[in-house]
């Protein structure tokens, strides 16, 4: 599967009806892309010329012409998964034969989440947010349910090194800590569910304090994606919805490492003296 069909199928569910139609047609009819006008593509379609604009912006391009560079680029750098990659097949929880299918499915999905995600990289963005991040006064991490557990990993680790970071399970205790926010402050939103009443009502407090908001989140227009001042994109393919398996954890978790690593970087000189200190710490405990 390539980056554009990725991006289509992780944002699908959040697409208008008009767009879903294009998404259809674009899964299943690639190449007409390169063959026939905008004009003639939305005709073949049933749909409008505009709805394939806005299909093109939703699944993060610019327009037409940017979704055709894309695919046209893949094409040329044969971005696949090898065939001896784990393959993904889709079942429900109750439909396993054995444990090896299992294991097969679970790290197959794990490493799709992750591979996805990292196709979805954008450097620029990421730069922008790790400057934001080092500079900023206090930084805000907000996650919820299955999304929470990465945003507690990325309080863990920011406050190894010593940076004013806040992290709080309760929703109330997360107002009040928004409620004294900064417009030099940065808030971060985990969030696999951005119609969540209580992360948009985060989301908005944060945003009229003036913070920077950046929110890690899957794909797709939505009032987060499109008023957030930095998004990073996590992507992954959802299998056993009923069992609570939740590969997008791995997505996320992905992106912390990552953004971790970068703000360690960055602010090396000023945070080194905190590593080696926490490291002296666990080392002299495991001791004892």
Known sequence: MNIVSER?????????ASERLVADYVLENSDDLFQYPIKELAAKSGTTQAAWTRFAQAIGYDGLKDLKSAYYTEANNSLRQSDSSPKVAFKDVNEYTSLQSIADNICATSVQAIQTTYRLFDAGTFKDVVTKIVSAKQIQIFGIGAAGIAAYDLYCKLLRIHYNVIFNQDYHMNLMSLSQIKPYDVAIFFCDNPKDREVMQLYNLAKSKGAT???ITKL??????TSCDYILFATSPEIDKKSGVTS???AHLFLVDTLYTAIA?????????????????FN???KD
């Open 220 to 225: 797709g227009n939505n009032p987060l994606t």
């Open 248 to 250: 997008s954890r791995f």
């Open 8 to 16: 289509i199928k992780s944002c699908y569910n959040s697409l208008p």
């Open 213 to 215: 908001t950046v929110a």
């Open 284 to 286: 002299e405990a495991q």
């Open 265 to 281: 970087n960055r602010d090396y000189e000023n945070i080194r003296e905190y590593l080696k200190d926490s490291y002296e710490v």
